[in-house]
């Protein structure tokens, strides 16, 4: 391996806070990673890394050689993105995250045709409900449903995301079927809710024919990953507020049932945010394009 990618694996150890982490990002075993962080260490003549049985911590030229050797990276990967615009051959890994719903039924599909047709690409996918730190964890891309907040990053709008209130039949025929936003705070009801750390998911805002309603619904089940909800409300346990695509399947078999039709959620937005300094990477610029063509008849 060559000392560009030992600081590659020296950055992502540091990042991730792991060896194990840092060298699973780079596709190495945790016993190849170790031993490049020791060659690098052995090169350097110093100790970058404080080790115990239970972690590893940086030490403080650890922590200085850290900021010089990311921008080195950083150095290396624009002159290599800007180089790429010359060549009709893009390469190399695309990193990539999503929620899982939108991972599983919408980019993960699309991924090998697109492999194919550029096949000096790798595309490595990372799936989680939860909001991830796209510098911090050196992606490319990361897409999503909502409202981003992250004005540091490069937004681009793929299409509008329409919303549904829906439930199971035996659900709605036990508990009753809502018929003013109010319901949804009956405690007799019970709102199946996306939650984790700084999770939005608090309220459900409602479109009414008074403007946008904003209620803090609850109940008693909630999740980090937005299929297990479907799973309970196709369970008839709840009522769930779901990206219309992701339950368009059930709604049409009739498994569930849209729930306040004339006060849907507020629409949202699927797009995708990336670094600024990715724009110069044609291949990212090309993966996105092609996730954007494809995905628009999805929400149409």
Sequence with gaps: MSYIESLRVFVRVLELGSITSGGRDLRLTPAVASKRIKELEKKLGVRLFNRTTRSITPTEVGLVFYDEARGILLALDTAEAKVANFSAKPRGAIRVTAPLGVGRRIVAPMVPDFVDAYPETQVRMRLSDRKVDILADGLDV????????????????????????????????????????????????NCLLLRYPRSPEYFWTLQTDMGPRKLEVSGKYDADDGDVLTDWALAGRGIVNKPRFDVAEHLTSGR?????????????????????????????????????????????
């Design 142 to 189: 990361a897409f999503f449903i909502g409202e981003p907040s992250d004005s540091n990053m490069k937004l681009r709008k793929i299409a509008d995301c329409a919303r549904v209130l829906c439930a199971a039949p035996a659900y709605l025929s036990e508990f009753g079927v809502p018929e003013v936003t109010e319901d949804l705070l009956d405690s007799t009801h």
């Design 256 to 300: 569930l049932v849209e729930v306040l039709p004339n006060a849907p959620p507020q629409p949202t937005i699927f797009g995708c945010l990336y670094p600024h300094k990715r724009l110069q990477d044609p291949k990212v610029r090309l993966f996105v394009d092609h996730i954007a063509s494809r995905s628009k008849a999805i929400f149409a």
